[in-house]
C-alpha cells in the first residue's frame, strides 16, 4: 500500500513537464524538499510492487530510464 506522499510522486512524475517552470523549482514548490530527496525517493518507488500497480506506465518508464543510464555507464568502462 502505497502513502498518500508515494502517489503523489507518481503523480507528479507523470505530469511534471506540463508545469510551467522548471522541474526543480516545481519539485521544491510541490514537495518542500530539494531534488536530491525527490530522486531517491523516486527511485525506492521503482521496486516497489504497489507502485507498479498504482501506475504502471510512470514505474515502467522510470525503470528504462534507469536500464539506459546503468547500460551506458557499463558502455563507458568496457564492462559490456
Known sequence: MLTSMQRNLLDFERCWW???GPKDRDIRVAF???PARYYRL???LMDD???LAYDPLTV?????IR???LDAARYRVGTV
Not at 515502467?60 to 528504462?64: F, G, I, K
Open 42 to 44: 523516486l527511485r525506492q
Open 32 to 34: 518542500g524538499f530539494g
Open 67 to 69: 536500464a539506459r543510464a
Open 18 to 20: 506540463q508545469l510551467p
Open 49 to 51: 510492487p504497489a507502485a
Open 60 to 64: 515502467r518508464r522510470l525503470r528504462r
